[in-house]
């Protein structure tokens, strides 16, 4: 949170009010699905349900930064952005993979895609959305990023 006001502090300087308008809206869903998820503590959610959840938290962040930065250098706003929600999705997912994040969240009521799909499932759930980042991405113009993306080397998880 506090690195995310600050990085509106620095948006303000660009004086882009397309782009603090974005996120404006992303601070705002943000915080809609951290209500949203404390009002269902304790509660088992659907595949659906957390996919929402993880969408409107984790993947608002990672697209409103890449659907920024393509508005100010001038790129692919759309592509962008899906590859935000893509790849933030695929952090949160990998993340709740993680024993002691999941542990954490089990404290606080919180259950995550293992304790809707199981491990194996879950596993199978990341490399979908991995292999949707790699389609999206194969499209993207060829330069040293692309080259070195995690997704094309493999070590993304």
């Known amino acids: 949170d506090y690195l995310l ?3 509106i502090e620095n948006l303000l300087e660009l004086k882009n009010f397309e782009v603090l308008n974005i996120f404006k809206n992303c601070t705002k869903n943000m915080s809609c699905a951290e209500i949203k998820q404390y009002f269902s503590q304790n509660s088992i959610p659907t595949k659906k349900q957390y996919i929402e959840v993880c969408k409107n938290k984790t993947a608002e962040l990672f697209s409103t ?3 920024s930065c393509s508005i100010i250098t001038n790129l692919e706003q759309k592509k962008a952005k899906n590859f935000g929600i893509l790849f933030g999705i695929c952090f949160q997912i990998n993340n709740d993979l993680n024993k002691e994040s999941a542990k954490i969240d089990k404290l606080n009521g919180i259950y995550t895609a293992k304790d809707v799909l199981g491990i194996e499932n879950t596993e199978l759930l990341l490399d979908n959305y991995k292999k949707e980042m790699e389609n999206l ?3 993207f113009p060829e330069n040293i990023y692309k080259k070195n993306s995690p997704i094309f080397c493999r070590n993304l998880s």
């Open 5 to 7: 006001s600050h990085a």
């Open 65 to 67: 930064i890449l659907e």
């Open 137 to 139: 991405i194969k499209n």
